[in-house]
């Protein structure tokens, strides 16, 4: 998993509360177990019309915000069904942090395993991200996670909360593997002792 540090990038607004997980990647994209190729389906309802032809009012599909790496969204983002193919399709298309007021619990879970930084802030703080999304390419966003803080354009910072353990594996960049395999010394001791002690076993 690559570590999350810190990250400068154009930041992307999606004023719409209780954006669920079909909405970020529909259905017809869970047929397979693949992490990558993901990144064309999301939000596909939104991004294309029914012929597929990209839908220009979309803010994805607008210039300046055609190479985001950060979503500012409403409440409840990630809601719905628990498809670990959401933050999937989020990575594969390059946003590695989504700044809201709430997340659904699942998907707030599965973006720590994936390398995604979910951030909360407050419903006054989210504001005023989303104004500085609003403003395109020339108003990126840097996310320290080091630091906890976001900083904005105009050198204002906002300041975030976020579970130590999470906040280490992400910038170690630690999945669950990643953790088993950091004990693999200790675990290697352990298997060479007890067939020491049970040769017969």
């Not at 991200?129 to 080091?146: E, F, H, I």
């Amino acid at each position: 998993m690559t570590p999350f540090t810190t990250l400068t990038g154009i930041a992307a607004p999606l004023p719409i509360t209780n954006i669920d997980t079909d909405m970020i990647i529909p259905k017809q994209y869970l047929k397979t177990i693949a992490r990558t190729g993901l990144g064309k389906g999301l939000f596909s309802e939104m991004r294309y019309d029914e012929q597929g032809a990209e839908n220009p009012e979309f803010v994805l599909n607008k210039p300046a915000w055609r190479h985001a790496q950060i979503l500012v969204a409403e409440d409840n983002f990630g809601c719905g069904s628990s498809r670990e193919h959401a933050p999937w399709a989020l990575l594969d298309f390059g946003i590695r942090c989504v700044i809201s007021t709430s997340f659904a619990d699942i998907f707030y879970n599965n973006c720590f395993k994936n390398g995604i930084l979910p951030v909360v802030v407050s419903p006054e703080d989210l504001a005023k991200l989303m104004d500085d999304a609003g403003r395109g390419a020339n108003a990126t966003l840097t996310v320290d996670l080091a630091s906890q803080t976001i900083k904005g354009p105009d050198g204002g910072q906002v300041n975030f909360a976020i579970d130590p353990f999470r906040k280490q594996c992400l910038m170690e960049g630690l999945d669950d593997i990643g953790l088993t395999m950091v004990k693999a010394p200790a675990i290697g001791a352990f298997e060479a002792k007890a067939a020491a002690a049970r040769p017969w076993a």
